[in-house]
């Protein structure tokens, strides 16, 4: 399993083995030797590899991603300096950053991608089953022809009103975000984050001065806050909603002033008849 995995991720991230040994600060040989299974890596050079990939060290143990045909691999790894050495820092979790995220996806029957709608009573085991197909083959699908054929979509369910005009209970179509650094202040956009969970804001970006989003809810209800880059799972720019309620359309002082002149001039003419 190991050894499949280190292939695989090696190849999607389009390193050679040397490439790879120097990241990891081991042996181009030890780099061959557990890919062909004849040695294993210890606990330390799994977790390097884990952090590498920009997975879980259980996925990197329990997960062949080699049999997961219905998943993409999104990113690559951090960039190495002048050197050829690798940042000592952290890997950022954004794909501007550049680390490698499995994106789940499930496909008809002609091989086009479904679009699949997370209910708001899925909402809680999405946060566990984003990256898993199994767990995406449970979840209802459609398809939308309108739609790009560019780009993988997926179908929230929202809740509450921080909104409005748009209901609660209204599904939001996303189109999947590969680079964050590419959204614009102000884009509304489906965010999954192990800190809020699944919510439906404006995001303004803060990811160079300060690698964060901040949240902006169109009801001035609700005040904006921030989310920490590091708690972010998955962003989808919303490209369509779904509703059974229509949106009332707001009304202006001048607007208001004129039905009411309206009614009493309709009265006037109701009196003299």
């Given at each position: 399993?190991?050894n ?13 083995q ?24 210890r ?11 920009g ?7 329990t ?16 960039a ?8 000592d ?67 929230f ?5 921080s ?26 956009c ?49 490209k ?34």
């Open positions: 399993m190991i499949t995995n280190l292939k695989f991720c090696r190849r999607e991230l389009a390193l050679t040397a490439q790879m040994a120097d990241k990891l600060g081991i042996k181009r040989s030890l780099v061959g030797a557990y890919e062909e299974g004849r040695a294993e890596p606990l330390a050079t799994l977790v390097n590899m884990a952090r590498l990939f997975i879980t060290l259980d996925q990197l143990v997960t062949d991603f080699s049999k997961k045909k219905n998943a993409k691999i999104i990113g690559s790894v951090p190495a300096d002048a050197s050829g050495a690798e940042d820092t952290d890997p950022p979790t954004s794909p501007a950053g550049g680390k490698l995220r499995i994106l789940a996806l499930t496909v008809d029957k002609d091989q086009n991608e479904n679009i699949e709608w997370v209910p708001q009573k899925a909402a809680a085991g999405y946060l566990n089953g984003y990256a898993d197909p199994e767990y995406l083959e449970v979840l209802p699908k459609f398809r939308l022809p309108m739609l790009s054929n560019t780009g993988t979509y997926r179908a369910e929202i809740a509450g009103d909104m409005l005009p748009i209901a609660s209970g209204t599904v939001i179509v996303g189109r999947y975000v590969e680079d964050w650094s590419t959204i614009k202040d102000g884009t509304p489906i965010v999954v984050s192990k800190r809020e969970g699944i919510v439906f804001k404006r995001l303004f970006n803060k990811l160079r001065s300060g690698a964060m989003f901040v949240l902006h809810s169109d009801n001035p209800n609700f005040s904006p806050y921030d989310l920490n880059v590091d708690d972010v799972l998955e962003i989808w720019e919303a369509s909603y779904i509703s059974s309620t229509f949106p009332i359309a707001e009304l202006s002082l001048e607007r208001v002033a004129s039905l009411v002149l309206d009614l009493q001039q309709q009265v006037a003419l109701l009196k003299k008849a």
